[in-house]
Structures are given as structure tokens and as C-alpha cells.
């Protein structure tokens, strides 16, 4: 294992990939990640099976299969994800055991298209983990208006969740209410909190991506690259607040696990800025980082690492946040821009996935 890479773990970041394909589990290519760079989860999205779908031969069979039976489509949209997604729970099996839950995590997200309906959601989320059926399965929940009522809901059921598309700091503290409401149901429904898993997934590129835009032209430059970082910092911030306060303490006595920060969008997509600033700058205990593989490969290479790289940075984060809004930047607009574009985005990859599965059963029929 790479030193930078068993330096993270040792730090308390706990490393999930951001990618799953049939490709890669049949090769045995996430054992490998596992066993060689400590990865310990798994994180998906429409764009991920879309991608992964448009690939090679490795669906064909049963796409050979729910065409000559005729599966629907969006049927086919569902048992085809939920198969890969059941293969690697089982893969991370053995680390979910290890970790006594805590890790060995595998996440599914439900119908981009009904982000902003809560019923559908719940009803949703529902029929994924039952679908599944593994215990180390996560449902990914979009941390949406309507989608915090159904946060609260999943988790009610005893139904671990990964809260996804968090950028404000205001919603990221409504998500955490929302959690800390569903254990509350959950224990009065009867359930075993220490059972229940969550986390909170912190997009952090996308931030500096909307932020530096406004940045050039407003002519301020030397700001750019440096809100990603300051907003999961100050997350962090919250997430101490939260979990260290008087409703908390009860669902803890009762075995209740704190909702992790997940930092999400950890690829750098503007190339002047270092390849591994959203791994070796959020180091912190009990956080989760969910890499692309490029991600992944980068800090096992050259991540310069220096233990906590949270712990102290608070004032200078809200001084820049200041600094900020000073210079024209309204943060309350770039993150309701995210978030709608982050629900778009991934409504527009669902409807690929379902056009690439059309023409696919289409062609094996």
C-alpha cells in the first residue's frame, strides 16, 4: 500500500472510490483497490453506470437476457445498477465487518427525476434496499428541499442514507437535522440505531468552479481556488457544532452513529491548481473522501501530507468568506446555481442511461 494512502487512513479519511462498472468487478480490479490502496467504500451516480454502460462487453449477457424477455427500459434501469451495486457490497463485505459498519460502503442513488418529489423519493429509496438487500448498502438521497423530509423518512425505516449535492453550509446543517429527526423516528419505530449509517456528501470542486468564474470578472484572480476548500472547512466547523450539542447526546447514548462529512467533486478540474488540494487540504477525523480513480492514483503518488488540515483553519475560513461577498460574490446564489445544475446534470445522465439501455435492448433483442 502507498504510504500517503495508509497516512490518510491513519488520519481517520476514510477512502471510498468514486466509480463502479461491471467491467471492474469481474476483473477483480475493485479487490485489487482494496487490498493495495486501502479503498473502503464505493460511491455511484447515473453518470457512472451511463458511462460504464456505453463500454466494452461486459453487460451484454444480460442485456441479452431482459431483451428476449422484455424487461422495460426503466426497469432494465434499475436491476442492471442494482447487480453491480449488490456485487460490490459484497466485495466490501469483508471491511464493513472489519469496521463494524462504520466502512465497507456501497452507494446507489435513486431517480434523479424525482429530486424534487419527496414521496417518490422515499417510495424509491424503499424499493432500492429492498431490491439490494445487502447491509452495507447506502441510498443516496439529494439534499434537496423536498429531499430532506425524505431523508428524515429512509432512515426512519432503519435504511442507511448518503445525503448527496450538499454546497451550503445552510442546507448541510438541514441535512443533519433531518438525520438526527430520522434517528429519532427510527429509535421510537423500535429499530437499532447502531445499525444506521449516513453520510453527508460535500461537493467541493464544484464550488470553486462557479465561484472562480465570477471571480474573473469581477477582476479578483488571486481570490480563485480557494472557496472549495474554505466551505468544507466550515462544514466541518458545523458538523463539531452539531454533533456536540444536546439533542445529540441522547441518539449517541442509544447507539447512534454520528453522520459523517463526505467530501464529494474531489477531482480538480482547474488544472493550475495542485491534482490532490481536495484530498491533502480536508484531512480531518471521521470524514469520508470519495476519489475518481485519477484522484486516487494522484495521492498515492505525490500527496503531500501533513496530518489535520482542518483543525485551526475556522477563522481564516470565514475571514475569506467575507472577503468574498466584499469583492461581489453572492454566496447564497452560487449555491442554489449548483444546486439546480447538480439536479439537471444528473437528470440529463439518467435519460442517457436510459437512451443507452433502449438502444442496447433494442440491439439484443
Known amino acids: 500500500m502507498s504510504d500517503n494512502l495508509k497516512a490518510l487512513s491513519d488520519e481517520g479519511v476514510s477512502i471510498w472510490l468514486d466509480d463502479v462498472s461491471r467491467e471492474r468487478l469481474r476483473t477483480g480490479n475493485l479487490e485489487q483497490l482494496v487490498r493495495e490502496k486501502n479503498v473502503v467504500g464505493v460511491t455511484s451516480n447515473p453518470s457512472i453506470f451511463a458511462s460504464a454502460l456505453s463500454k466494452g462487453d461486459a453487460y451484454d449477457e444480460q442485456l ?11 426497469e432494465a434501469s434499475r436491476l442492471i445498477p442494482a447487480y453491480d451495486i449488490r456485487w460490490a457490497c459484497d466485495v466490501l463485505k469483508p471491511v464493513f465487518d472489519r469496521t463494524d459498519g462504520v466502512d465497507g460502503r456501497v452507494s446507489i442513488e435513486v431517480d434523479p427525476r424525482l429530486a424534487r418529489n419527496t414521496e417518490a423519493t422515499t417510495g424509491e429509496a424503499k424499493a432500492l434496499s429492498w431490491l439490494i438487500d445487502r447491509p452495507n448498502l ?5 439534499a434537496t428541499v423536498e429531499g430532506l423530509p425524505s431523508i428524515t423518512a429512509t432512515l426512519a425505516e432503519g435504511i442507511s442514507v ?14 443533519i437535522d433531518a438525520f438526527m429527526a430520522g434517528l429519532e423516528q427510527a429509535r421510537a419505530n423500535g429499530h437499532d440505531l447502531s445499525k444506521i449509517h449516513s453520510v453527508a456528501s460535500f ?29 468544507a472547512q ?15 447526546k441522547p441518539l449517541a447514548d442509544a447507539g447512534g452513529r454520528a453522520q459523517r462529512p463526505l467530501w464529494a467533486s474531489t477531482g480538480v478540474k482547474d488544472p493550475s491548481l495542485p491534482d490532490t488540494l481536495y484530498v491533502t487540504e480536508l484531512v480531518a477525523p471521521n470524514t469520508v473522501n470519495t476519489m475518481p480513480e485519477a484522484t486516487l492514483n494522484a495521492t498515492a503518488d505525490h500527496g503531500p501530507l501533513h496530518g489535520d488540515a482542518i483543525k485551526g483553519t475556522y477563522p481564516a475560513a470565514h475571514a475569506f468568506f467575507a472577503e468574498l461577498k ?7 446564489d452560487v449555491v442554489k446555481v449548483l444546486e439546480d445544475e447538480g439536479v439537471e446534470k444528473f437528470e440529463v445522465s439518467w435519460n442517457q442511461l436510459l437512451d443507452i439501455l433502449k438502444k442496447a435492448l433494442e440491439a439484443k433483442a
Open 162 to 175: 448518503n445525503v448527496t449535492l450538499i454546497f451550503s453550509l445552510e442546507r448541510y446543517g438541514q441535512v
Open 64 to 74: 441479452h437476457e431482459y431483451a428476449v424477455r422484455g424487461v422495460s427500459v426503466d
Open 138 to 142: 447506502l441510498i443516496k438521497i439529494p
Open 203 to 231: 461537493f467541493v470542486s464544484r464550488v470553486d468552479t462557479e465561484i472562480d468564474k465570477r471571480l474573473e470578472k469581477l477582476g479578483k484572480p488571486e481570490l480563485k481556488g480557494k472557496a472549495g476548500v474554505a466551505n
Open 234 to 248: 466550515l462544514a466541518y466547523e458545523l458538523y463539531e457544532q452539531k454533533f456536540a450539542s444536546d439533542r445529540w
Open 326 to 332: 466584499d469583492a461581489g460574490v453572492d454566496y447564497d
